[in-house]
């Protein structure tokens, strides 16, 4: 197995910033989770590099993630979070804060936590999808039903050039053991856009059986989604520290280890593992201006 990149973790500080989706909690989440709480595991599961992924709709989670990249150095990159519904306050956070900064490698929104499944759809916030667009950075979907889908195929229709990528495969429907229906139509509807990605994460606690999932149940969907998007489509990510609500982090590594060694030869793997996810992220990329 070569280098291995997480291409979702999380770390947040309940006294360094607020995380709505946190109140009244009442499971391990509601602590905090640093960085170094990942060190061992991280290590045992054979992770090289790291991704950090936004946790709260603010910039101080965001610029919480870039803090520790500087003290990191395993970790290549920051998802943040941009205040898309204006498009000028977010031309000026980026041109002020985070096109100069080498960590600011993709933008999310909490989307799942709004009413509107259609959010993104908003005429301000297409237009600020429109700049990430022109900059080269890509955007993580976090939907969790079928109309998070179709509203992810109608932005790029709009938008066309916008990289995406569906975090944890837009929820599948595992718990249900479907095998076709809304979810497996609209993904590979969405399969057939180039820019469209599949990130292979968070399947452990989207199985409706968390400390009871096996290699099998996750198995068709994982293969699903390799099928359709294709060698060159697809990375993976360990959604840690969700992902202890559903076993161990290094589980889920060895899961995905089981699954594409015994199909994959070892330079798609490294695709896989590696490559796919250093391409939607542009880790390697130069500098990005505002034309």
């Known amino acids: 197995m070569r280098a291995i990149i997480d291409t979702h973790i999380h770390i947040?500080?309940?006294t360094k910033c607020h995380y709505s989706w946190l109140e009244g909690d009442v499971s391990l989440l509601n602590n905090n989770f640093e960085i170094d709480d990942l060190a061992v595991p991280r290590n045992q599961a054979g992770v090289s590099k790291g991704i950090l992924v936004q946790a709260a709709n603010n910039l101080l989670d965001?610029?919480?993630m870039l803090q520790t990249c500087i003290t990191t150095d395993?970790?290549?990159?920051?998802?943040?979070?941009?205040?898309?519904?204006?498009?000028?306050?977010?031309?000026?956070?980026?041109?002020?804060k985070y096109l100069a900064n080498p960590y600011f490698k993709g933008c999310r929104h909490l989307i799942h936590t709004e009413a509107d499944p259609g959010w993104l759809l908003q005429p301000a916030v297409l237009e600020s999808l429109k700049i990430l667009a022109s900059l080269h950075i890509p955007y993580d979907l976090v939907g969790v039903n079928t109309m998070?889908?179709?509203?992810?195929?109608?932005?790029?229709?709009?938008?066309p050039d916008?990289?995406?990528?569906?975090?944890?495969?837009?929820?599948?429907?595992?718990?249900?053991?479907?095998?076709?229906?809304?979810?497996?139509?609209?993904?590979k509807e969405a399969a057939a856009h180039k820019h469209f990605f599949a990130k292979i994460s968070g399947l452990g606690t989207a199985s409706g059986n968390p400390l009871g999932w096996t290699i099998e149940d996750l198995q068709p969907y994982i293969e699903f989604a390799i099928e359709n998007f294709g060698e060159d489509r697809c990375f993976f990510g360990g959604d840690w520290p969700v992902c202890l609500l559903a076993g161990e982090y290094t589980t889920i590594w060895e899961t995905y280890k089981s699954i594409v060694t015994a199909r994959f030869d070892e330079q798609t793997q490294q695709k896989f593992f590696h490559d796919n996810a250093a391409f939607f992220y542009n880790l390697y990329a130069e500098e990005r201006t505002m034309k």
Do not use: Y
Not at 148 to 159: D, G, R, S
């Open 12 to 14: 947040w500080n309940l």
């Open 62 to 64: 965001t610029d919480l």
């Open 74 to 96: 395993w970790i290549a990159g920051v998802v943040g979070w941009l205040p898309l519904t204006d498009p000028e306050a977010t031309v000026n956070i980026l041109q002020n």
């Open 162 to 187: 916008l990289k995406m990528v569906f975090d944890h495969l837009n929820q599948p429907p595992i718990a249900s053991r479907e095998k076709n229906g809304p979810w497996h139509d609209l993904m």
């Open 148 to 159: 998070h889908i179709i509203t992810a195929l109608k932005v790029a229709e709009i938008i």
